[in-house]
């Protein structure tokens, strides 16, 4: 049996943020059978996003071959699973005890193996300077402090290095209701408060505006290469296992932020 968590305002300290959002997705966890993480490692496709926009198109990830790759927030680990297969060293780190186990399980059951860190993206006990890419889909970005996650991001990378990382769109953050549902054609909150956003009974999340993103990405010494903004594709079905936005809403308005930037 699960209990929600007590839920800490906006302006919480990180501990308390941490924590709550730590039981949050230990309650998420418990909620969602291995059957859900097994069907992602079960593919080698990469698709980004609720409408898996194929990586082929988008091309963020450039060659994986012999590089070394972290994935924060990588949850079950089915990308960063994905990853390896392609040639990549990969490590995952992860805030969650419940999320890594799943992705221990699917790495037994899948392959390939490759280190689970538990740890907040934003204090990763990794050295500096040791990958060439760091990757988030929907990890740390709505979990994390901007100002906390990207300096680390920028610290973990080597010159040359890439970040890629996707999360909800500003837009749909602004047309989602509060109470659930998915996004209507209304805006129902100011954008300036989704940089930090505590949803009734759920996490704690950051959705900065797209000019605030520019300003904390550059701030960690990172220089924006591209941010693809993900629509649903003509005839897409409206995904089942996460009701945020429908396939109609997302073909008008990104569902999606998908933002790369390189360390110098
Ligand atoms: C939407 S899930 C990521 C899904 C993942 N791409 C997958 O395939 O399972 C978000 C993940 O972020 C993790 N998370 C939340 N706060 C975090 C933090 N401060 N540091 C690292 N991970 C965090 C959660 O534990 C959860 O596993």
């Known amino acids: 049996m699960t209990s929600e968590p007590p839920q800490p305002g906006p302006g919480a300290p990180a501990d308390d943020r941490l924590r709550h959002n730590r039981e949050v997705w230990a309650v998420v966890s418990a909620d969602h059978t291995d059957a859900e993480a097994e069907a992602r490692w079960a593919t080698d496709e990469i698709g980004w996003g609720l409408f898996a926009v194929p990586e082929s198109e988008l091309g963020v990830l450039g060659d994986l071959e012999g590089t070394d790759v972290l994935e924060l927030g990588c949850g079950t680990a089915s990308l960063a699973g994905r990853l390896a297969r392609r040639g990549a060293r990969v490590v995952g780190v992860d805030l969650s005890r419940e999320q890594l186990a799943t992705a221990r399980r699917c790495q037994l059951a899948f392959g390939p193996s490759f280190p689970l860190v538990e ?146």
Request: hydrophobic content about 45%; proline content about 10%; charged content about 20%.
């Open 119 to 264: 740890a907040s993206g934003e204090e990763v006990p990794l050295r500096s300077a040791s990958f060439d890419l760091v990757v988030s889909d929907y990890g740390v970005a709505p979990w994390c402090d901007p100002t906390r996650w990207l300096p680390e991001a920028a610290r973990l990378l080597r010159p040359g290095g890439r970040l890629v990382f996707l999360t909800n769109s500003v837009l749909a953050g602004m047309c989602v209701p509060a109470e659930g549902g998915v996004a209507g054609e209304r805006l129902l909150r100011p954008q300036r408060d989704l940089a930090r956003i505590a949803w009734p009974g759920g996490g704690v999340e950051h959705h900065p505006g797209h000019g605030d993103w520019v300003r904390e990405l550059r701030a960690a010494g990172l220089v924006v290469e591209a941010l693809h903004e993900l629509h649903a594709p003509p005839g897409a079905a409206t995904p089942d296992y996460y009701e945020i936005v429908t396939a109609e809403w997302a073909q008008a308005w990104p569902a999606e932020d998908l933002w790369v930037a390189t360390r110098p």
